[in-house]
Structures are given as C-alpha cells and as structure tokens.
C-alpha cells in the first residue's frame, strides 16, 4: 500500500531563510506524480510544486525547489528567502497510476520576523 | 482564475440524520474528487468521479456515502446516517482529464461537517 511520512509536525524558519520539509513514500510503482501542497490558515489546499517520477531532473517554481530522491523514495521541499506568508500547513502528495492521492500528515511551518 | 466552490461553509447536524454537501467544480474539469480531513489529521481520499460514475473509492467511503453530479455543475456527497466521526472537514477538488499526465487537483476551501 502507498504510503507518505512527513517526520516533521512542526518547522520553524527566520524570515529571508532557506527551510527544508522532508517526505517520505513508499510504493512498488515506478510511474507515479509527487506534489507539494500548501494550506494556509483559510484551508483551501494550493499547489506548491509537482514532480514526475520519471524526471531526473528536480522540479523549481521560483523560491521552491525540490529534492528527488527516486531510489530513496524520498521528495523534500525546499523554501528559499521565506517570507512571512509562507506560514502554513505543507502536505506531502503522492499520485498513483490510478489516479488516486494519498496526503501526508503535513509540517506545520512557522515563518519568525 | 475559476475556483472550485462548496456550500455550506459550516454544516451541523445531529447524528442519524443526512447531509448533503455541494461542490461547483471548475467548469471544464471532468475528473471529480472528495476527500476529507479530520481536524488534526492527515487528508483523506475518499472517492474521485468521471463519466458520471465512481472510478475509484476508498475503505472510508462506505455504504453511507454517495456522490451524485446532478446537473452540469453541481458535484454532490451524501453522508446517509451520520455518524460522530463524520466530523470532519470536506474537501471537494476537480481536474481536467490526464492529458500530459499531471492531472493537478484544484481545491475547493472546504466544508466543515460538525455531528452531534
């Protein structure tokens, strides 16, 4: 069954800071999508940032990047300069072939002025 | 930019009775989803919708629960008997058919259900 491990409830990172978020997931398929998802205190899900299994290369939108570790089975966000309004629930995403998400447990991340 | 919408933003109902809760997907998306979240817990799939019939549904989406599209633009989930751990928030979400594969999930902002 697929799985998604989120470690970390709570982050915290300094304004203009870089913070990682880390994810785990486990799964027997090698085709698959990984998607970041952001909640901010309204609780509507925004996506962050997306991968394909089958890239290599790892996925960057502006002050988000990732690290994909296909072997490892491990897909970590990175926030760059973080800003105040970075402050949120992160969600870790897997997409199986079927078409079906399976969420993390989320990191709370708080952004210090 | 088209949002998904869900009504009502709050619902509260006592145990045993039915709830509907409604979903405006974005207009040309045909894939539909619900998932839930129970308060301080991980999001739930539940169940995803295409060519008006389940494709794929969860252990949680039992006998109880029921998703019905009922014209061209509501996306609906009953809950038949609600229970008290039914409480949760709803999330409704919707996408376009996979064409290049990446299939994004667009969210709505949620119904909170709330049994008593």
């Known amino acids: 069954a697929q799985t998604v491990t989120q470690s970390q409830p709570e982050m915290s990172v300094q304004e203009a800071e870089t913070v990682t978020l880390s994810c785990t997931y486990d799964?027997?398929?090698?085709?698959?999508?990984l998607f970041w998802y952001k909640q901010p205190p309204s609780r509507q899900m925004i996506l962050v940032i997306r991968q394909e299994a089958y890239k290599q290369q790892n996925a960057t939108e502006n002050r988000f990047s990732v690290n994909f570790q296909k072997a490892a089975k491990s897909f970590s966000l990175k926030i760059s300069d973080s800003q105040l309004g970075d402050a949120a629930m992160y969600f870790c995403a897997y997409r199986s072939p079927g078409n079906q998400f399976y969420f993390g447990t989320g990191t709370s991340l708080t952004v210090i002025p | 930019e088209p949002e998904v919408t869900q009504t009502p933003s709050h619902q509260v109902t006592q145990m045993g009775q039915e709830v509907i809760l409604r979903c405006v997907p974005i207009s040309n998306h045909l894939y539909f989803y619900w998932y839930r979240q129970i308060l301080g817990q991980k999001v739930e799939f539940l169940v995803s919708f295409y060519n008006n019939e389940i494709s794929e549904k969860s252990e949680i989406f039992d006998d109880q629960f029921s998703v019905e599209r009922p014209d061209g633009s509501n996306f609906t989930l009953k809950i038949r008997s609600t229970k008290l751990e039914d409480s949760a928030m709803y999330f409704c979400?919707?996408?376009?058919?996979?064409?290049?594969?990446?299939?994004?999930?667009?969210f709505g902002p949620g119904t909170r259900l709330t049994v008593l």
């Open positions: 979400a919707s996408s376009e058919a996979p064409a290049a594969g990446y299939n994004e999930q667009f």
């Open positions: 799964t027997s398929e090698s085709d698959y999508y």
